[in-house]
């Protein structure tokens, strides 16, 4: 059954990055702010939204790729630290990479790289309990059959197959936590279910915590139990994966789904659009130098003045979701909930 504690968290988490130009100056680029985002164990946590919305950062930051520059990182509720074992850490989060390809050594049969990733953490012993772990790990993730994929060069599989052999590689290490980065982007539309059907079997029958980062939120409503949405840094709206997507409670997560091909959500003949000057409105800000308050204002046809001065604290509804708009902390809930209803 899920667990009622998070495995891990972000709490207020923000990373910068410095950028130097060929003059001498430097700038940060502030790629992910305030973000906080909790996995638990037996559920799957979707964090939707455009490219160079912060996603990849943040998971690179759970993954530990990055020190984060503000806020923490905890592991089973204990701040994660300089002193923490990255060994431990690392057995117990693991990060599956968007390009399975490039994830994988070319150099080298998969043979190699599920022993690798079992002697490093400590799950090996004889060669012939290496090998049957190996077999074990090809079957849990249905690669068949598996003494072939053992001799396989990454080459030699095709597109589906790497991706299953990078969960295994990760499944190796016993981890408590998957991290998924867009993990069937850069697969055939034929067998992107197949993929996604495996990390809901690993959720069921393993218990793993797992984040699922895509910019599809039709696969998000399929697989995860709840949604995060990120813009431009920023976490802005969550919970609940229904209560998101049928009731969404952020402008930016409306035009998200408005950009969802999905006739069931087209707008009704004859209904005015508050977004149809979106595209005009212009692209994502340049996190180099995002516009004050909130990130999304400059495209928004509800924006206000305090949204152009001020981020918006956190507003909680009864249905478990919650979202930083100021529509809700103005008492205007209704005009973007009402202009839902007619989708």
């Known amino acids: ?16 990055f410095p950028v130097h130009d060929r003059f001498g100056g430097s700038r940060a680029v502030r790629a992910v702010e305030h973000a906080n985002l909790a996995l638990y164990p037996g559920r799957i946590t979707a964090l ?3 490219s160079g919305s912060g996603k990849t950062t943040l998971a690179r930051l759970l993954a530990l ?18 002193a923490t074992p990255r060994g431990e850490y690392h057995s117990a989060v693991q990060l ?53 994929i053992l001799d396989s060069f990454p080459h030699q599989l095709s597109g589906g197959q790497r991706q299953r052999l990078v969960i295994a590689r990760a499944l190796a290490v016993q981890p408590r936590v998957l991290l998924a980065d867009e993990p069937i982007s850069m697969l055939d539309v034929s067998i992107r279910l197949d993929v996604l059907n495996l990390l809901a079997t690993l959720r069921d029958e393993q218990g793993l915590a ?13 697989l995860a139990d709840t949604v995060h949405v990120m813009y431009a840094g ?26 969802s091909p999905d006739p069931a959500r087209s ?3 004859g209904a005015d659009d508050p977004f149809a000057g979106v595209a005009e409105a212009g692209e994502p800000p340049n996190l180099a130098d995002p516009p004050p308050g909130c990130r999304f204002h400059p495209r928004c046809p509800f924006a206000m003045d305090e949204c152009r001065r001020e981020f918006p604290a956190r507003t909680t509804f009864a249905d478990g ?14 005009e973007l909930l009402a202009d839902v209803a007619v989708s």
């Not at 667990?3 to 891990?8: E, F, I, N």
């Not at 790729?65 to 300089?82: C, K, Q, Y």
């Not at 919650?322 to 103005?330: D, Q």
Request: aromatic fraction near 6%; charge should be positive; proline fraction near 8%.
């Open 321 to 334: 979701g919650w979202a930083h708009c100021w529509l809700h902390r103005k008492g205007r809930t209704g």
């Open 210 to 222: 797992m984040l699922y980062i895509t910019h599809d939120i039709a696969s998000a409503r399929y």
């Open 48 to 50: 939707v939204g455009e």
């Open 267 to 269: 707008m009704a003949d």
């Open 234 to 259: 920023q976490t802005v709206e969550g919970g609940p994966r229904d209560s998101v997507i049928l009731q969404p409670k952020h402008p930016y997560t409306r035009l998200l789904l408005d950009s």
């Open 96 to 148: 599956v990479f968007q390009d399975p390809f490039a994830a994988l050594n070319s150099l080298h049969r998969a043979r190699y790289m599920l022993r690798r990733a079992l002697q490093l953490h400590g799950r090996g012993g004889s060669r012939a309990e290496v090998e049957r772990a190996s077999l074990d790990l090809l079957r849990r993730v249905n690669l068949t059959p598996p003494e072939r």
């Open 1 to 16: 059954m899920p667990g009622d504690q998070p495995v891990l968290e972000a709490v207020d988490v923000g990373k910068e």
């Open 65 to 82: 790729f990055h020190p984060p520059t503000s806020g923490e990182i905890r592991l089973d509720g204990l701040p994660v630290t300089a």
